[in-house]
């Protein structure tokens, strides 16, 4: 048992590392592509512009992805470190919304924030991770929602010191199948989902292990293929 546990890990990071390598290429290629354009004699300043757009969001995805595998190799070897310190909560929502806007709005995709009446303005937290987890899972709401919604409750829980975030999408939802390996590491679904999509696999996982650090956890509490899914987050 314990070897075919190991062999199912090394097999499914040998995946991981083919479809990294993808991931990799494709922004990079893009940013060398248009360099490569830039270079020309004859650009006018909206091609110029275009194409420096292309450049700066292509670097930018690049980045993430080196970070996601930055830490998700931090978190296995067990050498995350928090900042643990007051927040102003109102404000780290509203930036996320906010960069996550122009996204939705590009795929008419409505982002709804629904704070319940008593939330706190600070809380003690560690607001590195707090955003990543909140852009990642947030994100992924967009992400795999098309002509939709999506909502965000956020209340605390009654008699506790947690926080709750409730996600709610009207995306492709995901298959009890696929549900049963959604946050194991190097792990994305099916194939067609990974083509479709593109992604690394690795934001649920570092989601879930970011907020088990923050005394919370992050949880499918319901998904519907084709109307939609539910995930909570606790810190």
Do not use: W
Request: contains cysteine.
């Amino acid at each position: 048992a314990a070897k075919e546990a190991a062999d199912a890990a090394n097999a499914a990071k040998t995946a991981f590392l083919a479809n990294m390598s993808h991931e990799i290429r494709t922004p990079l290629g893009a940013v060398l592509g248009f360099s490569d354009l830039l270079a020309k004699p004859t650009l006018t300043p909206m091609e110029r512009d275009r194409y420096l757009d292309a450049i700066k969001r292509n670097g930018i995805l690049l980045k993430s992805l080196i970070d996601d595998i930055l830490d998700i190799s931090k978190v296995e070897a067990g050498k995350i470190t928090l900042e643990i310190r007051s927040i102003n909560l109102r404000e780290i929502i509203s930036d996320i919304i906010n960069h996550l806007g122009v996204q939705a709005a590009q795929k008419n995709v409505e982002i709804i924030l629904q704070p319940a009446a008593d939330l706190p303005t600070h809380i003690e937290s560690d607001p590195t991770r707090l955003r990543q987890i909140l852009i990642n899972i947030v994100g992924n709401a967009v992400k795999f929602t098309e002509n939709g919604r999506v909502e965000v409750r956020i209340e605390p829980v009654l008699g506790t010191r947690l926080l709750c975030f409730h996600v709610k999408d009207s995306g492709c939802g995901i298959s009890a199948h696929n549900a049963q390996n959604l946050f194991t590491p190097f792990c994305q679904g099916d194939s067609a989902t990974k083509r479709h999509y593109g992604g690394t696999g690795l934001g649920l996982v570092l989601s879930r292990r970011f907020a088990r650090l923050l005394g919370g956890d992050v949880q499918l509490t319901q998904s519907i293929p084709g109307e939609g899914s539910v995930f909570t987050i606790t810190i």
